[in-house]
């Protein structure tokens, strides 16, 4: 039978204000953000990106340019396929670019070992402003651009998938590394870059395992003047459980008891607003007996690719909500449990995404609500950049979670930007209208519409998961 969510109330027992009572205030504050953001002078990097997502041949050739030319390690297919693309290239480069790919796509198979690694580098230099260089000669003038008042980062390490112990400890290394510099504060790491691929049945004896490998991760952060801030991402559903348990297992070591540390929900599970209930309850307890609040940062959810083929590939069933109006109202749903007086002070939230409607009804809703003081909004580096300065002049700070990379695994960071741009450019996601929401009264209804109804079918009970043991009862 599902649990009902507790009714929001303030600490005399009145009604706090509810959602869908500030609507049209949202609205009203979007179309103010889009105003402003129309005058911030859009950067060449930005312009070039909007024009991949507006273009109607940008994404296929730049999915395209990166599986084709990027990806493969002989030079001479990489350059058969530079050739096999450059009748393609789309509208959105500039006039040099457009030129230099047509010639470069008849130069390749002559001289593949000086057309390919030219292309490679210009690629680099596009994306440049989404994923950062980690070498040290680079990062540190990186930070120092991005960095200013009212912006903050949130450092992410990429790099190949973990396989093995080897590249385990690598990536734990390097997230130690970006620990120690004074201009880092504040990173992401994910459980399964922590350890190779574990044991599923051997779930004690696996968060046993990845406890200990982070410890002294967290030991670090927590001996740094000041402390430092450390967030526990996930990305594929089956680590949900797995990345719970390990947190609030190293949070609930004594040697924590006082750090401030975080953890992702996705709001495209089902699962999302029971375990922030969970989460909500183990901070309770953690801040009654004096230790540090926690934050936990709300996200729509970015690997739906990958939950949709491995449902298909094992028939199991899907794990995430089976429609984006779905997602969208879960992810209200965790963030009115979450935006409460109550709350707020053992749980603290992170609002991550570019949806200017959720993002102005969070805004509005922790004012009336008077938790501002708990809450973060995060935005992802490079996307939008107009939007998100004029989100930023109206809440006063910004955290941008920043990707960052070794030159030798650029490829694989290609991979996650395609995997944005690919989430971007589907039509059921806000940021596939958010380069002409200011300009198209179509799309910016169209938006409208869908944050209204995802708002209006709230309800009032905690949903269990999709995927459940007994597949006799899924």
């Known amino acids: 039978m599902p649990k009902n969510i507790p009714p929001a109330q303030a600490a005399d027992g009145s009604a706090l204000v509810q959602p869908t009572e500030l609507a049209d205030e949202a609205i009203e504050l979007v179309k103010s953000w889009l105003q402003q953001a129309s005058e911030i002078p859009a950067d060449a990097a930005a312009a070039r990106l909007a024009g991949v997502l507006k273009d109607p041949n940008g994404l296929d050739f730049t999915v395209g340019f990166v599986d084709g030319v990027i990806r493969p390690e002989d030079l001479k297919v990489a350059a058969a396929n530079l050739k096999m693309l450059a009748p393609k290239v789309p509208s959105f480069l500039p006039w040099y670019m457009r030129k230099a790919v047509a010639l470069g796509g008849t130069m390749a198979p002559i001289m593949p070992g000086i057309v390919v690694p030219i292309a490679r580098r210009v690629l680099r230099e596009m994306v440049g402003h989404l994923i950062i260089d980690a070498s040290d000669a680079k990062l540190g003038k990186s930070i120092s651009k991005i960095r200013r008042e009212g912006v903050d980062l949130n ?248 990707p960052v990379v070794h030159p030798a695994e650029f490829d694989v960071a290609i991979a996650y930007l395609i995997r944005r741009l690919e989430e971007g450019a589907s039509q059921e996601n806000f940021m596939s209208a958010v380069f002409e929401l200011d300009s198209s009264r179509e799309l910016f209804e169209r938006e409208k519409q869908r944050f209204l109804a995802s708002l209006h079918a709230m309800g009032d009970t905690v949903p269990g998961p999709h995927r459940v043991q007994n597949r006799q009862e899924a």
């Open 155 to 402: 450092v992410n390490l990429l790099g190949e998938y973990i396989l093995g112990e080897g590249e385990a400890a690598r990536r734990i290394a390097g997230t130690e590394k970006l620990l120690a510099r004074d201009d880092v504060d504040y990173v992401s790491i994910k459980v399964s870059s922590t350890v190779a691929p574990h044991n599923h049945w051997a779930f004690d004896e696996a968060v046993e395992n990845i406890v200990e490998k982070l410890v002294p991760l967290y030991r670090q952060a927590n001996n740094a003047s000041p402390k430092k801030f450390i967030n526990l991402d996930m990305e594929e559903y089956k680590d949900l459980e797995l990345t719970i348990a390990v947190y609030t297992k190293l949070l609930s070591r004594e040697e924590f008891k006082d750090l401030r540390t975080g953890i992702v929900l996705q709001a495209y599970l089902p699962d999302a607003l029971g375990a922030m209930i969970g989460l909500q309850e183990f901070a309770a307890a953690r801040v009654a007996e004096g230790g540090a609040p926690i934050k936990v940062r709300v996200v729509k959810g970015a690997n739906l690719p990958m939950e949709t083929m491995e449902a298909d590939l094992h028939g199991w069933p899907l794990a995430t909500w089976h429609s984006k109006q779905d997602s969208d109202t879960s992810y209200k749903q965790v963030l009115e449990y979450a935006l409460r007086p109550d709350h707020i002070g053992n749980v603290q939230i992170g609002i991550a995404g570019h949806n200017l409607f959720d993002i102005a009804l969070a805004w509005l809703l922790a004012k009336a609500r008077g938790v501002t003081e708990g809450i973060e909004f995060e935005m992802l580096l490079g996307m939008a950049t107009g939007q998100a300065e004029a989100v930023r002049r109206d809440v006063g700070k910004l955290l941008l979670y920043t």
